[in-house]
């Protein structure tokens, strides 16, 4: 897959101009919408997750998106492609733990489809009234980049998980970092506390596809330097620095907002800031190199 | 695929009033939401109908969902899962297609994945600003029966095109029946007409699974006879009656309206009316056998 490729030849065939964030702020309808799926091996093995706990990440996935934007998660419909074998116990169990994640959110559609694999795609449609929406384009020098919550313990969840992948098919999870990985929490109250208080634009990003990776889209999208410091990051002390920087899926979000802002909000912690020049990351002053295959340029995320 | 076991145990499981039309009428945020999808070897063949068709028909097939609803389509995402051996070309096609079948439908997102097949997933935004929106339980005794064009043409060119599949991956449609199957077209005016000029209550329903099979889901949903005169179903001689009634993916709109609508819109025919009575589908005054897996208790459509 030419994953960035495809990317560069969709933005040139559409030339839409709303193709860049989480999600789509369509303001004329007063809602951001964005699309997300899951593919079984590739983001997801059957025997690693239960029927309830796909349903569940499914969801948080998806509001996850909306959060970032700022607006508030309101609707979703979820379609679902699977195998002839599939038995209504999973369709039971896929639907109760959607329902538990969605809470306030309602699923209002979708449709069933055969397919050889099991195959996800939700759609969620967020409001922006009240709420002053996110670009990863906005952040300013001078703003502090704060996170909601601990970086790395979806991906030390996922490692576990392979060690002992037969053990997860039993009853409860009583492993903070497999929860992370399996059942993990959109950010759905620090969202809310920045969109309803904030006046100045600012950036804010999920971290689905790894810290590190949410602040190169943001310091290229807005042309800055964020410079962080790796002893603020806040993280379990079992899990290491690549791992913190580099783990996906834990769905924390990422903002760069005006310090003016911090004495409105709780439950973040700061751990860099915004400065002028060519866009970079830095660790502790020193330029972090870019990956390869950085998703900077993604389709969305 | 006990799909509609599977439809049942999701209703039960949700419990949400949203589900049961082809769209989700968000009236809150006055938007309906749609999402369907396509998936290879199911939906449609590699080998039958080329990229830029099936980004076509892809954009289409949800239009058509908005379009039922009477509300006007807006927005869409799109979502693509594709086997590693992808090329550049299939993306820039599908999206040309997509684009071309959009019109003025704004593609503003969507995500990427890989998969082993092709799979496609859409959403689909409708704004119900002055409209009136349908819904299949609005069909009520005295009501005509509407429809927007000919019947059975798409399952006519599938035909087709099984017994001459290799001849399609060539340049031009020139057959109305292989072009009904590629490249239908949503019945956007025939929807806006109705929805922008009619006052009361009224069903409508896309033909996408057949003209019998929407007949049935107004006729249960509604709890009324619905009587239609086949010599009025518009369709080409060369298709026979049960092509016409049971042929899918025509994407032509069926509609249950007063009398009194019919003198402010134009191009529909008048195919039966409605009438009082427990749920059936009369032809030419003969009660019509309910197919075994009639899908009148569809998760949506």
């Known amino acids: 897959m030419k994953e960035q490729e495809f990317i560069q030849i ?22 951001v919408i964005s699309q997300d799926s899951l593919v079984e091996d590739v983001h997801f ?10 349903g569940y990440k499914t969801v948080m996935v998806n509001i996850s998106d909306i959060c970032a934007s700022g607006a508030k998660p309101k609707y979703m419909t979820i379609s679902l492609s699977l195998p002839k074998d599939t038995d209504n116990e999973f369709i039971e169990q896929f639907y109760k733990g959607a329902k538990s994640a969605a809470g306030e959110v309602e699923i209002v559609g ?30 300013k020098p001078g703003y502090k980049i704060i996170v909601s919550g601990e970086h790395g313990n979806s991906a030390k969840g996922l490692e576990i998980l392979m060690q002992k992948s037969p053990l997860v098919q039993t009853k409860g999870i009583n492993n903070k970092f497999i929860k992370a990985h399996l059942m993990p929490e959109a950010q759905v109250e620090f969202s809310r506390q920045i969109a309803e ?11 689905s596809d790894g810290l590190a990776d949410a602040l190169f889209q943001i310091a290229h999208a807005s042309n800055v330097i964020i410079d962080i410091d790796t002893s603020n990051i806040p993280h379990d002390p079992a899990v290491d620095i690549q791992t913190v ?57």
Chains 1, 2 share one sequence.
């Open 45 to 54: 093995k059957k025997g690693l997750i239960t029927p309830y706990q796909l």
């Open 197 to 207: 208080n904030i006046k100045e634009d600012y950036a804010m990003m999920d971290t």
């Open 10 to 31: 969709i933005k040139s065939t559409l030339n839409s101009p709303y193709i860049g964030d989480d999600c789509a702020y369509l303001k004329d309808l007063g809602i």
């Open 110 to 139: 979708g449709d069933i489809t055969g397919s050889d694999k099991i195959y996800i795609s939700a759609a969620v449609i967020g409001s922006t009234k009240g709420r002053k929406i996110s670009s990863r384009s906005n952040a």
């Open 245 to 301: 920087l580099y783990g996906g899926e834990d769905y924390q979000l990422v903002a760069a907002v005006p310090e003016n802002i911090l004495q409105k909000i709780s439950g973040y912690t700061i751990i860099g800031s915004v400065k002028k020049g060519s866009p970079a990351v830095k660790l502790d002053g020193k330029i972090l190199k870019e990956p390869e295959n950085s998703l900077f340029n993604h389709f969305k995320e």
